[in-house]
């Protein structure tokens, strides 16, 4: 089955840098790549996607790039706030339903 | 319109016993996903469900089951209850199934002594 990894595990940011999340996946037959934010005690919310014939994706401060050929895509959050701090979460989906295969998370922490 | 809701929030129960918890989706979706969430192991895919129907299992063992109902409410059930089964319960719902958001709730927090 689907393999994610999903680099580094923990990751502190001055206030205004950029962050960067790596995540791999292993079944090339994966097509979206959803990423989640989860704040302590909430639950997981999207925060941005892509699918496999986009190579990058934007909103406001956030983006996601996604490389089919070597199979990784990042999570790039620029103008970092302290609201910024949560754990993040990369995923991978095949068109076999609503089923997802999640990196092990990367708990960001901005530090104002 | 609502959220995902799952109840109980908070359950304790005893090694052996066994517990269910639900899932009531967002009004029109019909796909409800159920994962578990520990800190080492992160969230692991457990079944999905599509129109009354798993269409995906996790490799978890048969103690895990689940259904889902005519009106897309979900429940899993977890028998024979072990330590390890302790953790964070979170139920996802999509509207229509591949390569679309998915909705978590808030989760079941599941504690077993």
């Known amino acids: 089955g689907e393999n994610v990894e999903q680099h580094p595990s923990t990751l502190s940011v001055q206030e205004g840098d950029s962050a960067v999340i790596k995540c791999t996946y292993s079944d090339s037959a994966s097509n979206y790549f959803p990423w989640y934010k989860q704040e302590l005690g909430k639950r997981p919310q999207l925060i941005i996607d892509?699918?496999?014939?986009?190579g990058e994706k934007k909103d406001q401060r956030i983006a996601v790039t996604l490389n089919k050929t070597a199979k990784h895509f990042s999570l790039h959050i620029t103008e970092t706030q302290p609201e910024d701090s949560a754990v993040y979460f990369c995923?991978?989906?095949?068109?076999?339903?609503?089923?997802?295969?999640f990196g092990t998370g990367t708990s960001l922490t901005v530090i104002p | 319109k609502a959220g995902v809701t799952q109840t109980p929030r908070y359950l304790i129960k005893t090694r052996g016993q066994q517990v269910t918890l639900s899932c009531s989706p967002i009004?029109?979706?019909?796909?409800v996903s159920w994962y578990q969430q520990t800190p080492g192991q992160g969230l692991q895919f457990l079944f999905e469900y599509f129109s009354e129907t798993q269409r995906n299992k996790g490799n978890f063992p048969g103690r895990f089951s689940g259904r889902q109902f005519s009106n897309s409410r979900s429940e899993m059930n977890v028998s024979t209850l072990e330590l390890g089964d302790s953790a964070l319960y979170l139920c996802?719902?999509?509207?229509?199934?591949?390569?679309?958001?998915?909705?978590f709730g808030q989760g079941t927090r599941l504690t077993v002594v």
């Open positions: 009004s029109g979706h019909r796909s």
């Open positions: 995923a991978a989906s095949m068109n076999t339903g609503n089923q997802f295969y």
């Open positions: 892509i699918r496999s014939n986009v």
């Open positions: 996802a719902s999509s509207f229509v199934g591949p390569d679309t958001e998915a909705f």
